[in-house]
């Protein structure tokens, strides 16, 4: 029992400091760029890497041309230096913040709601005292309402030209239709969209027109649950992203022969006002899922490509 207690007792306490420049100079490329974001010479990053070595007990660094890179044990503890990091900051944000009040307002679109219940939980666990004011709308009103300090926060689906705008990643479009839609003949293609400041319905319009393929408004609707109702409808085909598609649609690139649509940015935007430690927790969170979920939109988007890109063309509905 005695060896055990001094076992323990003689354990390395490693320094969290020293941790963080490991991650900086991983992050930035380099112990020299590593002491210039942190504001410190050379030789002290230098220092503490040769004490984080001797604390470690194994070389986590070889030379690489005229530079360094991390060994094995130095990836390894690297990785481990990120999770020490995280949660060291999580606690902080927990404790800090559950003395913070007041109200953030974060707005998103429709398309990404699903992603808001996890970031909504964390956020609320981190500063149980915010009170939050969500916006689920349009991207355009969105946009406005960062431009009338309206909203704090917000997920935008492009805009990417606007002032401050911080591009998260890019959204795969794609055509979507019931499974159960056939294009009519000798007819303009029916299509089923949103409001007139929709993106994805310019872009769609867009695409036809210049691929000269007739088409016409068949469905209008305000809101997305009304387009998916009128897509189910077989009132006609809409572009979007393949996102949350519902039981009974299909997507794909080419749908039906439909020229490709590309894909289209994903930004952040944040109000000029909005600065502080709850704003930028709110942006971190939104970001991260964000990526996640643009990475899923990918994969779906390839599944779906496979699957479903096996419809008649529309050649014959082009314009002679």
Not at 135 to 141: E, I
Not at 206 to 229: C, D
Not at 291 to 307: H, I, K, P, V
Request: proline share 5%; net charge positive; charged share 20%.
């Amino acid at each position: 029992m005695a060896s055990s207690t001094f076992s323990r007792a003689a354990r390395t306490n490693l320094d969290l400091d020293t941790l963080r420049t490991l991650a900086v100079a991983s992050d930035r490329g380099g112990l020299a760029q590593a002491a210039e974001h942190l504001g410190r010479t050379p030789s002290a990053i230098s220092l503490q890497m040769k004490r984080l070595q001797e604390d470690l007990g194994t070389p986590i660094f070889r030379k690489r041309g005229r530079g360094l890179a991390l060994t094995e044990a130095g990836e390894i503890a690297l990785s481990y230096a990120r999770r020490m990091l995280g949660l060291n900051d999580e606690l902080l944000d927990k404790m800090h913040g559950a003395n913070l009040a007041g109200r953030i307002r974060l707005g998103c679109p429709q398309d990404f709601a699903s992603i808001l219940p996890s970031v909504l939980s964390l956020f609320a666990s981190l500063y149980p005292r915010m009170q939050i004011e969500l916006h689920v709308d349009g991207n355009a009103a969105l946009r406005d309402a960062i431009d009338n300090a309206r909203l704090d926060v917000a997920i935008i689906i492009g805009h990417e030209d606007r002032a401050g705008a911080q591009i998260v990643g890019r959204l795969a479009l794609a055509w979507i239709a019931s499974s159960t839609f056939v294009l009519p003949k000798k007819q303009p293609l029916p299509l089923a969209v949103l409001g007139s400041q929709c993106i994805f319905r310019r872009t769609a319009l867009q695409r036809l027109e210049a691929a000269h393929i007739p088409h016409r408004i068949s469905a209008n609707s305000h809101s997305l649950n009304g387009l998916w109702a009128a897509l189910l409808g077989g009132l006609g085909i809409t572009a979007r992203t393949p996102l949350n598609l519902p039981e009974g649609l299909v997507c794909a690139e080419s749908l039906h022969g439909l020229p490709p649509l590309g894909s289209l940015p994903v930004t952040l935007h944040r109000h000029a006002g909005s600065q502080g430690v709850t704003s930028d927790r709110m942006a971190s969170l939104l970001v991260e899922a964000l990526e996640f979920a643009l990475q899923s939109n990918t994969a779906t988007g390839s599944m779906a490509l496979a699957r479903n890109d096996v419809a008649p063309r529309v050649a014959k509905h082009k314009a002679r």
